[in-house]
């Protein structure tokens, strides 16, 4: 009886338990060190007082992606997780008090379209562009990894790339399609989701708000940590093996092949293959690399410093997603990669997961995630001085914006700064997508899925291809786990 191949996989985010649910169910024994005390890495729960908080994600896209991974698991998504569609998508708020709601419906959507520009024709071609480089996308760059020689399929795909249009500067290609100064904040703000400037990255990452447009935006009853609860009973059902508080010290090879990984409290594991689901560029340390080199900090991708507060009262009027814009983005911006300091005003994202999920809160109260763009750690201090500092640019933006004031409710709070994301997941300066995607080099050449010298050595999630983001982390998970297969059969 041949014996099963073993994988151990650094790290026991969303990434590396996709993949070890893929491999488990193609008949690999697999082992996920984790070195925290909790699974699901950035995607991440907290609790106080009955309240619960998301303190990761909080908006899901592409929901067949998730999909396709369950049914790989052997089961049907619906029976693990209830996916609630938000029809009132973000509600957003400019700095001279202009408001508009993204509405799911399309009708509705196109009657703010119009509002703002006067025609709505400009919107359906740039989603048209993000419809064609999507579908490329697909069958390309979402599918493979860049070291696989392309297929003729594939260069069929790429012989209708739109070059026009699809190449240049996001924001400058953005522009040519959109003219009203309010619709293209809300165009520009779609590249922090892969913790980018829309002033550097390349028009392609169009593809971005198209795929929320097109799609739609999710949440997930109980709290989006209710996906990594999911996965734990399904590895469990697989038979994965998850070792909590675990930190891998050494990824062991001979000569070019890895062996195994050592973990700090001397325990050694031996397997055929080694996946890194940590922050890619730490690998280099673990593998006792020459010569070994992060990417310098000014290619980090955006970090954010993040409040949560449990209100005492009920607010049924305020809304689920809403996006409370600064007066000057480019200068924002700016602030963020150039200066590499927090914003004197920033933007504000609140999340009110409450307001849609009342699961969430122990009775009347309100459940609130108050987040601004950080540039990844490095220059700010992140002491009591440094974050009190963050904390009134926040509520002076609120208060610009109008928020209602809540300060006197809130029953129990909480604050993630880039430093403590930086400590809690090993990455570096906390910077939520790895390096950035600032031209096409760094949008398009990730870390790649396989490493090159050593045989058996693999990566998956965020900081590696195709990049960071719930469902573009489970399409790393299943590239990775196609070549694992492809490779080490
Ligand atoms: C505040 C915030 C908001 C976000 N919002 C959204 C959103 O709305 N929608 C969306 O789709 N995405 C969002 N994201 C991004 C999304 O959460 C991530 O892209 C995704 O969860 C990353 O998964 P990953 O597989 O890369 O693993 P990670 O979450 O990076 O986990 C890696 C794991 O590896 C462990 N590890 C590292 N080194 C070692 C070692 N040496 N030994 C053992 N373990 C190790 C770490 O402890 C960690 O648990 C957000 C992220 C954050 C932080």
Request: aromatic content about 10%; some cysteine; charged content about 25%.
């Amino acid at each position: 009886m041949n014996k099963r191949k073993r994988a151990v996989v650094i790290g026991a985010g969303l990434g590396g338990m996709a993949l070890a649910l893929r491999l488990a169910a193609k008949g690999w024994e697999v082992c996920i060190c984790e070195r925290s005390a909790t699974p699901g890495g950035k995607m991440n729960r907290w609790s106080a007082e009955g309240f619960t908080f998301d303190t990761g994600p909080s908006l899901i896209t592409m929901p067949d992606v998730f999909q396709e991974l369950y049914q790989v698991s052997g089961t049907d998504m619906r029976e693990h997780i209830e996916l609630m569609a938000l029809t009132r998508q973000v509600h957003y708020t400019f700095d001279d008090g202009t408001k508009c709601c993204q509405s799911a419906s399309l009708p509705e959507w196109l009657d703010t379209v119009r509002r703002f520009e006067g025609q709505t024709d400009g919107f359906m071609k740039y989603m048209e562009l993000g419809a064609r480089l999507h579908a490329i996308s697909k069958s390309t760059f979402f599918a493979r990894s860049p070291i696989e020689p392309p297929g003729k399929e594939t260069l069929g795909v790429l012989s209708s790339m739109p070059l026009l249009r699809g190449w240049g500067n996001y924001h400058k290609e953005m522009c040519h399609y959109i003219k009203s100064p309010y619709l293209r904040m809300i165009f520009d703000r779609y590249m922090t989701y892969v913790g980018s400037s829309p002033y550097k990255t390349p028009g392609t990452l169009c593809v971005v708000p198209y795929i929320e447009y097109a799609q739609g935006g999710w949440h997930v009853r109980g709290g989006l940590y209710e996906i990594i609860r999911s996965f734990l009973n399904l590895m469990e059902t697989l038979g994965v093996e998850l070792r909590l508080n675990a930190p891998v010290a050494e990824i062991a090879h001979s000569g070019k092949r890895v062996k195994g990984v050592r973990l700090e409290n001397g325990d050694r594991i031996d397997a055929d293959v080694v996946i890194m689901n940590g922050d890619a560029s730490t690998a280099g340390l673990l593998l006792g690399r020459e010569g070994y080199r992060a990417y310098p900090p000014e290619e980090r991708s955006l970090s954010g410093l993040i409040f949560l507060f449990a209100l005492k009262n009920r607010h049924s009027d305020w809304h689920h997603h809403q996006v409370l814009f600064s007066k000057d983005y480019p200068k924002e911006f700016s602030q963020l990669f150039d200066e590499r300091c927090f914003p004197d005003d920033p933007t504000i994202y609140v999340n009110m997961p409450s307001i849609t999920d009342r699961s969430l809160t122990p009775g009347d109260g309100e459940v609130m995630f108050v987040m601004a763009n950080a540039p990844a750690n490095e220059k700010v201090r992140w002491d009591a001085e440094g974050i009190e500092s963050a904390r009134q640019r926040v509520l002076k933006r609120l208060q610009a914006s109008g928020f209602p004031d809540f300060e006197h409710e809130i029953v129990v709070s909480d604050v993630w700064t880039p430093a403590r994301m930086e400590q809690t997941y090993d990455m570096p300066g906390g910077a939520i997508y790895g390096r950035n995607s600032h031209g096409k080099k760094n949008a398009f050449i990730r870390p790649f899925n396989k490493d090159l010298r050593f045989k058996g050595m693999y990566f998956v999630g965020g900081s590696t291809h195709p990049g960071g983001g719930t469902p573009t982390v489970l399409m790393s998970a299943r590239i990775t786990g196609n070549l694992i297969e492809k490779n080490e059969r």
